[in-house]
């Protein structure tokens, strides 16, 4: 008597569910990424530095200032130096004072402290150094104690 030979069988998986969580993930991550880049301006060019690093514990209360400069397509600068604000609006770096008193209201109607909150400065590397001074000492005026600097990692 002849045996048949039986074909292997072949199991089907169906990738469909695997295909839609993969696309799911991928959204969430570009939302989230575009929500953190939104505060940054591309405008300013960090200086680069071989210790930056990303804060270990991510702050609960931050005020974002970007300092940098207009520039044309080849990259000259068009403009002196500049606050780009979060509202859309530019500020001359020496004259941010009313804007961080009205974030100090902000931060208050909110029930937080000016003590509290973090100034975040990320300030174009051709900045000269004093006007970063001059931000803080503003910083300091409206009532805000704490500060950190942006940079980017140095990458040899």
Known sequence: MRIKKKEAAIADVDMTPMIDIVFQLIAFFM?????????ADERVKLPKDELAKPPEI????DLLLNIGYIRNQQGEKQSDALLFYGDGETYPVLEI??????????????????????IVIRSD???????????????QEAGFSKFALKATQKVE
């Open 31 to 39: 939302v989230i990424t575009n929500f953190e880049n939104t505060r």
């Open 58 to 61: 991510a702050r609960e209360d």
């Open 97 to 118: 004072g009313p804007v961080l008193e009205r974030e100090v209201k902000y931060f208050k109607d909110l029930g937080t402290e000016a003590d509290d909150v973090t």
């Open 125 to 139: 590397a051709e900045i000269p150094t004093g006007l970063v001074q001059e931000t803080i000492k503003f910083s």
